[in-house]
């Protein structure tokens, strides 16, 4: 794919820079450039004052990954900037995990790093600026490429492509990740690097881009990766002369393998961290078990909020510009990103396989795609009016009309907005949208589409002027640009009361221990725990570990989907876990405000006194037998790590229930099965409970170790305790952990649970955990003394025999490196996700450091890559590539092979595996 172009003399005598008045050539080459960017921030800065959004007010529009994610993550990274925590051994998140693969997912951004400008209670408020910032840079890359690479193009018409292209329905439905945008951001220069490869044979922008590119997200990239082999593979063996096809291949080819090299310290650890997670699933069942067509509703507005793209579909034929096999070329390419947005199996594909929201990441190539074709066609009409002899003048029948059209299409927007926001509006904080709301959204695009179609369509038959053309392109881009970003962005608009809560718990705890922060419910977003700069089991990415994920929930954890939380659990995984600070409610606690450590006007801060070190010492005979945690139910798993790390005999009591209500209990090869007797009446579970000592008692139902969303157990149980209700639906996707009922010494305590529907379990029921014979066990430990510096943990840890080990308490990584006593140890994996060191009788020191797997092999080939990549340009500018002509031909041939192998793999079998599993079982 490749746009050509015609030269033009320079704006300037490229001898005189400066003269007389006269700005420098570069100001006159480039300064016009800075209006799409700075149009794009006032049209912005125009929907932030209408719905009071800041820098106008405290409103933020932050809402699902934004909130959950990237904001979050950038306070870690401010965190790891000011030294608290490493980019590598991270242990924030996930009980202690690499950042670096965290960082090249989610931050990996230029814009990441002003974070360390901004207070950290200032952060929401700042995540208004950043999406400003990051849509006025997609409009200045934007309108440098077309500014470049269609020279014929007018400042206002490439300025006005540029702010459409910023305002894209991938901006406005995918903001939320913030590092996304960024992807925005560079694509516009890695077209540009491709166009100048294929034209002048200069490899340098492109391996630059394409570099930073897999640097930014790795993930996206291979969307990229898969745009730029098809589209070419259309250029070359369609469009490119037949004389320079092999040579432009080989630079091609080249280029790309330096740009791989170069980045490998970026996706090589990156990737290898990606395959452990739990995000990870089978294509095959993913593709047969897939729609033929994609969710239409959600899928086609994010190519809509650009309508032009598709209203130049019908101009590009009746403007002839079709004859020209470049433009062809790009079209063929534009319709192959068409394709995946209506049919799902090749969407899917083009996601690496599957996704879970978000379905059409790739939308930005496809608007840009668009916009280049309607560029070749502004350039032909260009060239149309400079030839038009006398000169086109605009009638004012026709200025008349295409005013009403664009007070129309004004109005139509602005009615919507006024009377129909919420409906318009669904997919904020839904990440689908409604049929209702697709209608209305498609009312607009619609009319928006042939309101360009109409203006289009004028200018070819030289009834209007470029002037006034150009002016009413700007208009129809600010109504357009102006409604896309009210429904998406201001509809978001919210106080940022309940986030200023959550941050005024930060950094009141020590930093110097590894010591965790746990929340005793889902209060907030748990990505919040490690950002407020506590240690923390939380976590919420797609780089979640599938053992850490799966371990968590069967030691009784709430976990769903990729997010792993930190409330739930006892008192005895909290000691084993090093669960010492507890962030809560000041209306859920007992605890006196004196002996708080810290006390918010929401919040508070209370601290576990029996969590004493960070690590635990045990004994075993056979190390390998305990690699995994043994299958039962989460009551018998509390037994089992009592036993193995305590051994204080008997700490768990299983109760049964007095009286059951309209209910059939029964068990199923290990499986609870509760059935009401009358389907349409709630069934209950009556519980008398005479505790003996202190005991605290949970209530347990847990099913499956799945990631997903909604589990069948899901709003099974309404459970109160001596008749006040302290849970409603439970498991919930906020909490299906183990629920605490309350702690009590020497008491009967009421128990009863209303069941609301029938369900079965692996796991169930109501148990006691005895604290104080616990707490007596747990001092009779020898406590360990850890401390983190950077990615090291070091300290020591006393054995009183020979056959003992110390359990630490973080996810299990072949990325670490261990010294008992100087000398290098094994690392054993134990209990399905953490590990252990093997001890020596006595005092041990111990010595533990972390690099993420494949970084040392990724920063070599960096390396190497940088290498190669100053010898190719030193090659090229000696002309050397002319040696290399013997390459050629095989080059030509594997890209052949390769463009073949991704056509099939990505547009072919998809169809073919989703009919056989459709109709595979019929024929």
Same mark, same amino acid.
């Given at each position: 794919m490749s746009m050509k172009t015609i030269r033009v003399s320079s704006y300037a005598d490229p001898k005189t820079k400066r003269s007389g008045g006269h700005l420098p050539a570069f100001w006159k080459n480039y300064g016009p450039c800075l209006i799409a960017p700075a149009a794009a921030s006032a049209l912005l800065l125009i929907v932030y004052w209408v719905y009071h959004l800041f820098p106008f007010a405290r409103y933020i529009f932050a809402w699902g990954d934004m909130t959950q994610q990237s904001i979050p993550l950038l306070l870690d990274f401010k965190n790891i900037l000011s030294g608290q925590f490493d980019l590598f051994l991270n242990t924030a998140n996930a009980g202690g995990m690499s950042f670096w693969g965290v960082f090249l997912f989610f931050l990996s951004s230029p814009f990441s790093f002003l974070v360390a400008l901004i207070d950290s209670k200032d952060i929401y408020l700042f995540s208004n600026l950043l999406v400003l910032m990051k849509m006025a840079a997609c409009a200045f890359t934007a309108s440098l490429f077309f500014h470049k690479q269609f020279p014929r193009l007018t400042i206002s018409q490439y300025s006005a492509l540029a702010v459409m292209y910023a305002f894209c329905g991938y901006a406005m439905f995918y903001y939320q990740n913030l590092v996304w945008l960024d992807m925005l951001c560079v694509f516009p220069l890695l077209l540009l690097g491709l166009c100048r490869l294929i034209q002048k044979g200069k490899i340098g922008l492109y391996t630059v881009m394409l570099t930073a590119t897999v640097a930014i997200n790795y993930y996206l990239s291979y969307m990229v990766i898969l745009f730029l082999i098809l589209s070419m593979g259309v250029y070359v063996f369609w469009a490119c002369e037949k004389d320079r096809r092999k040579k432009t291949v080989a630079l091609f080819g080249f280029s790309s393998l330096i740009a791989a090299l170069l980045s490998a310290v970026c996706w090589l650890p990156s990737f290898l961290q990606y395959t452990q997670s739990a995000r990870t699933t089978g294509i095959l069942e993913s593709l047969a078990g897939s729609k033929l067509f994609t969710s239409v509703s959600t899928t086609f507005p994010v190519i809509l909020c650009t309508a032009s793209v598709m209203a130049i579909i019908p101009m590009v034929f009746l403007s002839r510009i079709y004859r020209k096999r470049t433009v062809q070329a790009l079209f063929c390419s534009y319709v192959l990103l068409l394709i995946p947005v209506v049919l799902e199996p090749i969407n899917k594909m083009w996601h690496t396989g599957s996704y879970q929201a978000f379905p059409v990441r790739y939308g930005y190539i496809t608007v840009m795609l668009g916009l280049c074709l309607t560029a070749m066609f502004l350039s032909r009409g260009n060239d149309a009016q400079r030839l038009a002899h006398p000169k086109v003048k605009t009638s004012p029948s026709i200025l008349l009309i295409v005013s009403f059209h664009i007070a129309a299409l004004a109005c139509v927007g602005v009615l919507l907005l006024v009377f129909k926001q919420d409906q318009v509006s669904s997919y904020v904080g839904r990440l689908w949208m409604s049929t209702e709301s697709f209608l209305y959204f498609l009312l607009f695009a619609g009319l928006a589409a042939l309101v360009y179609f109409m203006f289009y369509l004028l200018y070819h038959n030289l009834m209007v002027s470029r002037r006034v053309f150009s002016v009413i392109l700007c208009c129809a881009v600010a109504c357009e640009s102006f409604f896309c970003s009210s429904v998406f962005i201001g509809s978001g608009a919210r106080f940022t009361w309940s986030y200023d809560n959550a941050l005024d718990l930060g950094y009141h705890t020590k930093t110097d221990d590894l010591f965790r922060t746990k929340l005793n419910r889902k209060y907030f977003d748990v990505n919040l725990v490690g950002a407020l700069g506590y240690n923390s089991l939380s976590h919420y990415t797609s780089l979640t570990d599938e053992d850490y994920l799966f371990t968590m929930k069967k030691l009784g954890y709430s976990a769903y989907w990729m997010e792993v939380g930190s409330n739930g659990g006892t008192l005895l995984t909290d000691m084993l876990l090093a669960n010492r600070y507890v962030i809560t409610k000041n209306l859920d606690t007992d605890v006196p405000d004196d002996d708080k450590l810290y006390r918010g006007l929401v919040y508070c801060i209370v601290e576990n006194d029996s969590v004493t070190s960070f690590g635990t010492t045990f004994q075993s005979d056979d190390i390998a037998a305990l690699e995994t945690l043994p299958t039962g139910s989460r009551m018998e798993l509390q037994q089992y790590l009592s036993d193995? #790390? $305590?051994?204080?005999? =008997?700490?768990?009591?299983?109760?049964?229930?007095? !009286?059951?209500?309209?209910?059939?209990?029964?068990? +199923?090869?290990?499986?609870?099965?509760?059935?009401?007797?009358?389907? +349409?009446?709630?069934?209950?579970?009556?519980?008398?409970?005479?505790?003996?000592?202190?005991?605290?008692? $949970?209530?347990?139902? #847990?099913?499956?170790?799945?990631?997903?969303? =909604?589990?069948?157990?899901?709003?099974?149980?309404?459970?109160?305790?001596?008749?006040?209700?302290?849970?409603?639906?439970?498991?919930?996707?906020?909490?299906?952990?183990?629920?605490?009922?309350?702690?009590?010494?020497?008491? +009967?305590?009421?128990?009863?649970? !209303?069941?609301? !529907?029938?369900?079965?379990?692996?796991?169930?029921?109501?148990?006691?955990? =005895?604290?104080?014979?616990?707490?007596?066990?747990?001092?009779?430990?020898?406590?360990?003394?850890l401390t983190r510096s950077g990615n090291t943990i070091s300290g020591t840890a006393t054995a009183k025999q020979d056959d003992e080990y110390l359990f630490l308490p973080m996810t299990y990584d072949t990325g670490y490196t261990a010294t008992v006593n100087g000398k290098e140890a094994e690392i054993y994996p134990v209990l399905d996700a953490f590990f252990a060191l093997k001890l020596q009788k006595g005092e041990n020191t111990i010595a533990l450091r972390y690099v993420p797997r494949g970084f040392q092999t990724g920063l070599f080939l960096s390396a190497l890559g940088v290498v190669c990549f100053i010898f190719a340009l030193w090659a090229l500018r000696k002309n050397w590539v002319r040696k290399l002509r013997c390459l050629y031909r095989p080059i030509y041939g594997i890209f052949a092979v390769l463009v073949g192998l991704v056509f099939l793999a990505i547009y072919i079998l998809p169809m073919v595996i989703w009919f056989l599993g459709k109709f595979g079982g019929s024929l």
């Open positions: 193995l #790390f $305590y051994d204080c005999g =008997k700490i768990v009591q299983s109760y049964e229930p007095e !009286k059951r209500i309209n209910l059939v209990q029964t068990t +199923t090869d290990g499986n609870t099965n509760l059935k009401r007797i009358v389907n +349409t009446r709630d069934g209950y579970l009556q519980y008398t409970i005479p505790v003996k000592g202190t005991q605290t008692l $949970y209530f347990d139902c #847990f099913d499956q170790t799945t990631t997903a969303l =909604k589990e069948a157990i899901n709003d099974s149980f309404d459970v109160s305790v001596n008749d006040v209700r302290v849970e409603s639906g439970y498991p919930t996707q906020k909490n299906n952990g183990l629920l605490n009922l309350g702690t009590f010494t020497d008491e +009967t305590v009421k128990v009863e649970v !209303k069941v609301r !529907k029938n369900m079965t379990a692996r796991s169930f029921g109501l148990f006691g955990v =005895k604290d104080n014979v616990l707490q007596k066990a747990n001092e009779k430990k020898l406590p360990t003394t």
